[in-house]
């Protein structure tokens, strides 16, 4: 029985491996992903749509009768006050200092096992987190879960060692899926950090340019950036943390996952080197 419970599971590991090395392979020609048409004229789009939230924020002030209090400050509060994770989940769900939320469906605070030996820091939710409430739950999560198979990991697991933990820095959905800036990810930022601290992961992995930049204080862009260590805070002092590829981004630049396996591979051997 134990056997076959071993050999179902090896060979859903190994078919999920596959998927991935198939997914290295793909040349221009057979590219898994359609180029995203609407990604040329999403820079206006996502400067509407930033304006909206910006509106929204001016109105929910107008409604405000006593003095603004400082975001980033409250967000630290909230968050340093909390003793668990299921705490600064609930810390969380009472912050209203990100106008972001306003146009949100879900508060999108995490997925996976939260005794993780790993801790995936994505950017923002899109469409489909918004509306399960999950992170990674679209095609680019897709894509993640197939990463992490190949070194080995799920978020489904219950061994911490085989499992991965994921959240993002923005917990909401910027409309348009815009990128978010830096002021809203600074709101925001205390809770991530707590959340490192209360789960106290053996390694941190950043996906894209905004983690990296916020938690690993990446001076380059993730193209340069992408395969290097630094430590961010944690309860213990700090955590080794890498940067990669957004799935996101390996979607549209297959060409790219073979950095993106570099950098898995570099993540596997710091696993190894901590046990
Ligand atoms: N992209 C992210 O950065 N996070 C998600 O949760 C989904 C897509």
Known sequence: MV????????????????????????????ADAPTDRTQLTRAPKAAAAAKRQDRAQDQAQDHDTGPAEDPVRAANDLAANAQSIEQLRDALLGYDGSPLKTGARNTVFADGNPAAEVMVIGEAPGRDEDREGKPFVGRSGQLLDRMLAAIGL???????????YITNVIFY???????????????????????????????????????????????????RFRGSWSDVPSASGSVPALATFHPAYLLRQPDAKRFAWRDLISLREKLESLQ
Do not use: Y
């Open 3 to 30: 056997d076959a419970i071993d050999d179902s599971q090896l060979r859903a590991d190994m078919l999920a491996a596959l998927a991935w090395q198939v997914e290295l392979g793909a040349d221009e020609a057979i």
């Open 154 to 164: 799920n978020r489904a697991s219950e061994d911490p060692a085989t499992s991965a």
């Open 173 to 223: 959905r910027p409309l348009e899926n815009r990128t978010p800036d830096d002021a809203e990810v600074q709101k925001l930022l205390p809770f991530t950090l707590r959340h490192i601290a209360l789960a106290q992961p053996k390694v941190v992995l950043c996906v894209g340019n905004v983690p990296a930049k916020h938690l690993m204080q990446a001076k380059t862009g993730i193209t």
